[in-house]
């Protein structure tokens, strides 16, 4: 089985920490076919001056000369596309201008409302936590039907900060809203992202198994599977263990990005 890493990040994104070379050396070491570097780009958020610029062309180039210099692990080049109906015009300037292996869609935050990681939950009535969520998913919807999205990340978002404040969301109540996201992703050929940062971190997958389950039987099949990684160290982390627990949802296939697009890799 060839192991890939779809979601990863590299300093050119405004929180990552080490070069593409360091990342693709990583890959090498943990023995991935491929990876996916996927560097932030919230476009509403870097328009508004909240995070600086993904200096793109500067990124395009690293990349380059990073696959020059020779690896046996395939270099993708992958964006994390921010909150793109907000701003989709940009949006659509930035993907025509680039030339990306694979597009992960995210949402971040919603309209008028900071990134949920700078969110007091503790300050938060859980209604308004609820509402917030729902709103989330919402726009999940409008990223999933934007032209050149390839997969959702991190649907469950939220949780992971939520969880720093105590505060478990109980997403039962919110399973018909994943079921038209779910039928928004089939209807225009997304993937759902399993994300295994919180693995590492002593929490739980994204979405959790659960959702998965929901996913798989309201008639998705396809998958991709990332660390989230924003160190060196933290690329292919859990991946193996992603693929054995997509197996366990009953998914025969992951998503495997490459030069020449996403290829299914059979789970065994």
């Not at 990349?63 to 940009?90: F, R, T, W, Y």
């Not at 597009?103 to 009535?125: A, Q, R, T």
């Not at 929901?214 to 099949?221: D, F, K, T």
Request: glycine fraction near 10%; charged fraction near 25%.
């Amino acid at each position: 089985m060839l192991f890939s890493d779809s979601h990863t990040h590299s300093v050119f994104s405004f929180d990552g920490h080490d070069g593409i070379p360091e990342l693709l050396s990583a890959a090498e070491k943990a023995g991935l076919a491929s990876i996916a570097v996927t560097d932030h780009c919230d476009i509403d958020c870097e328009l508004k001056g909240f995070y600086p610029p993904l200096d793109r062309a500067a990124r395009a180039k690293a990349i380059e000369e990073a696959k020059k210099a020779g690896s046996p692990v395939e270099l993708c080049s992958g964006i994390e596309l921010g909150q793109p109906h907000l701003c989709p015009d940009e949006a659509k300037r930035i993907l025509s201008e680039g030339k990306y292996d694979f597009v992960l869609g995210s949402v971040h935050n919603l309209e008028g409302v900071p990134d949920f990681f700078m969110l007091d939950y503790g300050k938060i009535p859980m209604p308004e936590i609820n509402d917030l969520y729902a709103r989330a998913i919402e726009d999940m919807c409008k990223v999933a039907a934007f032209p050149g999205i390839n997969a959702i990340a991190h649907i469950t978002y939220p949780c992971r900060y939520a969880a720093g404040y105590g505060i478990k969301i109980d997403f039962t109540p919110f399973y018909d809203r994943f079921r038209v996201l779910f039928e928004v992703m089939k209807s225009n050929g997304v993937a759902l992202e399993l994300n295994v940062s919180g693995l590492r971190k002593g929490g739980d997958i994204m979405p959790t198994a659960d959702i998965l389950r929901l996913y798989r039987e309201s008639g998705g099949e396809y998958v991709t599977c990332g660390s989230d990684a924003h160190t060196a160290a933290d690329i292919g982390r859990n991946i193996a263990d992603g693929y054995g627990i997509l197996r366990d949802c009953g998914f025969g296939w992951v998503l495997r990005p490459t030069s020449k697009g996403l290829v299914p890799e059979k789970l065994v």
